[in-house]
C-alpha cells in the first residue's frame, strides 16, 4: 500500500520563492521590500550574500554595517566601525564572519565576527586605500586590490599575504568559477590581465588589451553625447558562473564591456541611459559616495541586471542577445522602479535580487506581471 503523499510547505510570505529557471521569470522582477537606513542622508556602497543566499550584508558611508535575513525579509543586525570606516564587505565562507576594507585611520583589512561584533583577524600591508576584495569560491583565500598598486593574496587563517603582485592600476580583480584563474583589470593601461593561481608569480598567461574598443565606441552609443572621455572609469571585474564571459562594468554613459573569457575579444557593448552614479575604484575624487560598480551577472551567467544610469529603474541585458552590427546590445528589459540603484547583487541560490542607495531593496518575480520593453 502506497505511503501518504507529502507535499513540501509553502514559501514564506514575501520570501525568495524556488527555484524557476531565470530566462522565464527575468523580465518580471519587482520591488517587494525596501528598508531605510536609520538617516535619509546614508548611501549603502557595497552589498554581498552569503553563499547560502539567507543572509544580505551592506556597507554603508555612515560607518555601519547592515545584515539581512534574505529569506524572512528582515533587518537583523546593525554594527558600526566607527573607528576605522567600513566598505567593499564580504561574506567568507562562513555566514557569520565578513571581511571588509578600511576608509580611515589605516588601510587595514578586517575579518569580524558579527555573531559577537569581535575582530578574528587584522590583514595588514597595504599602504594606501584597497579598492577591491574577492573571495575564492573554493578556500578561505582571497585577493585584495589597492591605490597602493599591488595585489595581494590572503588566507584568512594567516595575517601575512600568500602572494603580492606590483602593478600599474590594479584597482579590480576576480577570480573564474573554477577558482584557477584570477583576473585583475588595470583602467590606466585599459588593460585585463589572467593568472594562473597555482603559478601567480609567473607573468600573466594573457593580456587583453582594451585601448582599442575604448577608442573607437560605436557610433551609435555616442551619437548626441559630448565629451566621451577615453578612460571608461572602470567599476567592476566579474565572470559569469559559466565561465564562458567576463564583464567589465564602467561609469562610463556609454554602458559597459562584455568580453569572450577566453580570448578577451568583444561580445557586446552593453548600452545604458546615462552615467553610473558611483566613484570608481581609479577616480575616487569623481563622486563623494564610493560604490562597487552597478551591475552584476544572474546565477545562470545568462542574464546580466544593472542601474539604467538614469534616477530610476533597472535594466536587464541577455547576453545570449543578438548585437547589433557594431556589437552594441540593447537591454531586453526594463524592470521598474522610482529610485536611482548605485549597486545591484544576485541572491547565489534564491531568484532574487537586492539592490540599494539610499535604500536596500529586495527584488523577487512577479507571476502576475509581464516583461516591459526598455523605452
Keep these: 500500500m502506497a505511503g501518504p503523499v507529502v507535499v513540501p ?47 544580505l550584508l551592506a556597507a554603508c558611508d555612515d560607518e555601519s554595517l547592515q545584515l539581512y535575513n534574505a529569506k524572512e525579509g528582515k533587518h537583523i543586525k546593525q554594527l558600526f ?24 585611520v589605516d588601510d587595514t583589512i578586517r575579518y569580524l565576527s558579527t ?52 602593478l600599474s592600476t590594479p584597482h579590480l580583480a576576480a577570480y573564474d568559477p573554477s577558482a584557477t584563474v584570477i583576473a585583475i583589470a588595470s583602467s590606466s593601461t585599459s588593460s585585463v590581465l589572467l593568472y594562473d593561481l597555482r603559478n601567480y608569480d609567473k607573468p600573466p598567461f594573457a593580456t587583453f588589451d582594451l585601448r582599442r574598443p575604448e577608442n573607437a565606441l560605436p557610433l551609435s552609443l555616442t551619437q548626441g553625447r559630448a ?40 561580445k557586446a557593448f552593453l548600452a545604458r541611459r546615462g552615467p553610473g552614479s558611483r566613484s570608481s575604484p581609479s577616480n575616487p575624487s569623481s563622486n563623494p559616495v564610493a560604490g562597487q560598480g552597478d551591475l552584476c551577472f544572474s546565477a545562470d551567467g545568462r542574464y ?43 541572491n547565489p541560490r534564491f531568484n532574487m535580487v537586492a539592490s ?12 502576475h506581471v509581464g516583461l516591459k520593453p526598455p523605452p
Excluded at 520570501?15 to 538617516?39: A, V
Excluded at 600591508?125 to 589597492?146: E, I, K, Q, R
Excluded at 559559466?242 to 568580453?259: E, F, I, Q
Excluded at 540599494?356 to 507571476?367: G, I, Q, S
Design 115 to 166: 555573531h559577537d561584533n569581535q575582530f578574528l583577524r587584522y590583514f595588514k600591508g597595504h599602504t594606501a586605500p584597497v579598492t577591491n576584495l574577492a573571495l575564492c569560491p573554493a578556500s578561505d583565500t582571497f585577493l585584495s586590490c589597492s591605490l597602493d598598486n599591488t595585489v595581494r593574496l590572503w588566507s584568512l587563517s594567516s595575517p601575512s599575504p600568500q602572494g603580492r603582485l606590483n
Design 356 to 367: 540599494a542607495d539610499r535604500e536596500v531593496v529586495f527584488w523577487l518575480p512577479d507571476e
Design 304 to 346: 546580466l541586471v544593472g542601474a539604467s544610469g538614469a534616477e530610476k529603474d533597472a535594466l536587464v541585458w541577455d547576453t545570449q542577445g543578438v548585437p547589433d552590427a557594431e556589437k552594441v546590445l540593447q537591454p531586453m528589459a526594463s524592470l521598474p522602479f522610482k529610485g536611482k540603484i548605485g549597486c545591484v547583487e544576485w
Design 227 to 266: 565629451n566621451i572621455p577615453n578612460n571608461r572609469d572602470w567599476t567592476k571585474l566579474e565572470f559569469s558562473n559559466d565561465g564562458k564571459s567576463l564583464l567589465v562594468g564602467t561609469n562610463a554613459p556609454t554602458g559597459h564591456l562584455l568580453l569572450d573569457a577566453f580570448t578577451g575579444d568583444i
Design 9 to 55: 510547505p509553502p514559501p514564506p510570505p514575501g520570501g525568495p520563492q524556488p527555484t524557476q529557471r531565470t530566462s522565464d521569470i527575468i523580465g518580471t522582477f519587482r520591488p517587494t521590500k525596501l528598508f531605510r537606513l536609520p538617516k535619509p542622508d546614508i548611501s549603502v556602497t557595497s552589498l554581498d550574500f552569503d553563499d547560502s543566499g539567507e543572509y
Design 81 to 104: 566601525s566607527k573607528k576605522y570606516g567600513a566598505h567593499l564587505a564580504r561574506f567568507t565562507h562562513h555566514s557569520q564572519s565578513i571581511l571588509y576594507a578600511s576608509t580611515k
